[in-house]
Antibody
Framework: EVQLVESGGGLVEPGRSLRLSCAAS????????MHWVRQAPGKGLEWVSG????????AYADSVKGRFTISRDNAKNSLYLQMNSLKTEDTAYYYC???????????????WGQGTLVTVSS | QSVLTQPPSVSAAPGQKVTISCSGS????????VSWYQQLPGTAPKLLIY???KRPSEIPDRFSGSKSGTSATLGITGLQTGDEADYYC??????????FGGGTKLTVL
């Protein structure tokens, strides 16, 4: 059974940093692209970032480009999101989701984590 | 403002049929597959339709998807109260990013 478990969320002040993690199990993690999708409370889904299976290419939403960095450790079956220079508008639930194959240009997200809440506030 | 345009809300009576539209452009829907997601309150999104019209094995055939040009449509027949949820369309955009619609709230009257 595919499982994705996010962690690392919490309350952080504007301008500070936070690192999210996603622990994957139940599939060959290194064969698949991975993504982060967020949802502000009461708002819609917003894609944040994606990474190819071998980490050679990454993509970011304009709203986070230059501030967030996606990475993965295939040996540890883990996905990460380093979030720097956080803004109040980054407050959201952050979901980890698995792509259908190695590249990140397909939006068949069959499996999602439960989400981790990031609150940016002073 | 979302790249893909969906109606904010739709409603229909139990047992009836409803459709939800998703409008985009040649840089996204026009040249890529569309997926649809259902999100019940307090839960993560769930994939309903992928590759425009395919259903995961666990999704009942009451749910269907189609695409024509730069628009896509989700159809739900035999509406049930349990179908009340938010629905999102999504696809890849040639600007090298994933794009979602703003979401549609379905009310089963």
């Amino acid at each position: 059974e595919v499982q994705l478990v996010e962690s690392g969320g919490g309350l952080v002040e504007p301008g500070r940093s936070l690192r999210l993690s996603c622990a994957a199990s139940g599939f060959t993690f290194g064969d698949f692209a991975m993504h982060w999708v967020r949802q502000a409370p009461g708002k819609g889904l917003e894609w944040v970032s994606g990474i190819r299976w071998k980490s050679d290419r990454t993509a970011y939403a304009d709203s986070v480009k230059g501030r967030f960095t996606i990475s993965r450790d295939n040996a540890k079956n883990s996905l990460y999101l380093q979030m720097n220079s956080l803004k109040t508008e980054d407050t959201a639930y952050y979901y980890c989701t698995k792509g259908p194959y190695g590249d990140y240009d397909d939006v068949d997200f069959h499996h999602w984590g439960q989400g981790t809440l990031v609150t940016v506030s002073s | 403002q979302s790249v893909l345009t969906q109606p904010p809300s739709v409603s229909a009576a139990p047992g009836q049929k409803v459709t939800i539209s998703c409008s985009g452009s040649s840089s996204n829907i026009g040249n890529n597959y569309v997926s649809w997601y259902q999100q019940l309150p307090g839960t993560a999104p769930k994939l309903l339709i992928y590759d425009n019209n395919k259903r995961p094995s666990e999704i009942p055939d009451r749910f269907s998807g189609s695409k024509s040009g730069t628009s896509a449509t989700l159809g739900i027949t035999g509406l049930q109260t349990g179908d009340e949820a938010d629905y999102y369309c999504g696809t890849w955009d040639s600007s090298l990013k994933v794009v979602f619609g703003g979401g549609t709230k379905l009310t089963v009257l």
